[in-house]
Each structure stands twice: as structure tokens, then as C-alpha cells.
Nanobody, 133 residues
Framework: QVQVVESGGGSVQAGGSLRLSCTTS????????VGWFRQAPGEEREFVSA???????????SFADSVKGRFTISRDNAKNTVYLHMNGLKPEDTALYYCAVNIQGRWGPNDGSYRIVNEYNYWGQGTQVTVSS
């Protein structure tokens, strides 16, 4: 069982920035693929970004078109943590943001699994991001 905990959400004005953190339990963190999803009220959960397992400094990232160029993602294996850096926030970014972990796949670049909710084994409880205009 892998525990997943998100933090860093909050309320900001449009154009502002936030950094979300996702910290997990487990000794094999560097082998985990980690994704961020979000869900607004009345909407389906949607993919935001993902970062693959890492071998040394090599890993791959993916972003939804709606956040490309504004969000970045990084990982610190020593801290069992993945960060989602969100810049240029817009009101439409308002949602509950979830971190999810896949422990089984060695995902490569452009792997279609990044964006599929059911490909992830463990989920956090979510952290709220609210962007006002």
C-alpha cells in the first residue's frame, strides 16, 4: 500500500502561481510514475501532467494542452516528492487537484498511459486550487 498526500493548494488571483507537492510512502519512489489530475464541480476528472519513473536524471514528462507552457513538473526522489509548478493561473484552472501513482509500469516518452485514470494504482485525497478573476 502506497500512501499519497498532496499539499500546496490555495486561493490566488488570475496570473498568480502555486506549487503543489505530492509526497508518497514507499522505498521505491524512483520507480513510480506520478500523475496530476483535476476535477471541477460537475466535471469529469481530467489529466493535467505526469512524470515518469526516473533512472538517474532521466525521466519524461507530459502535459495537457490546456496547461502546456504554464505548468511544469519535477521530482525529488530523495524526498519522495513530485512538484507541480503552476504559473499564469486562470480561473478555469480552479479545481480539486489529485496526485496519483502508478507502481507497475516503466512508462516511456509519449506513453498513452499517462492520461488514463485507471492506469494509476493509488490516489491522494486532493488539494483545492481556486483562481479568482
Amino acid at each position: 500500500q502506497v500512501q499519497v498526500v498532496e499539499s500546496g493548494g490555495g486561493s490566488v488571483q488570475a496570473g498568480g502561481s502555486l506549487r503543489l507537492s505530492c509526497t508518497t510512502s514507499g522505498r521505491a519512489f524512483s520507480s513510480y510514475n506520478v500523475g496530476w489530475f483535476r476535477q471541477a464541480p460537475g466535471e469529469e476528472r481530467e489529466f493535467v501532467s505526469a512524470i515518469t519513473w526516473s533512472s538517474g536524471r532521466t525521466y519524461y514528462t507530459s502535459f495537457a494542452d490546456s496547461v502546456k507552457g504554464r505548468f511544469t513538473i519535477s521530482r525529488d526522489n530523495a524526498k519522495n516528492t513530485v512538484y507541480l509548478h503552476m504559473n499564469g493561473l486562470k480561473p478555469e484552472d480552479t479545481a480539486l487537484y489529485y496526485c496519483a501513482v502508478n507502481i507497475q509500469g516503466r512508462w516511456g516518452p509519449n506513453d498513452g498511459s499517462y492520461r488514463i485514470v485507471n492506469e494509476y494504482n493509488y490516489w491522494g485525497q486532493g488539494t483545492q486550487v481556486t483562481v479568482s478573476s
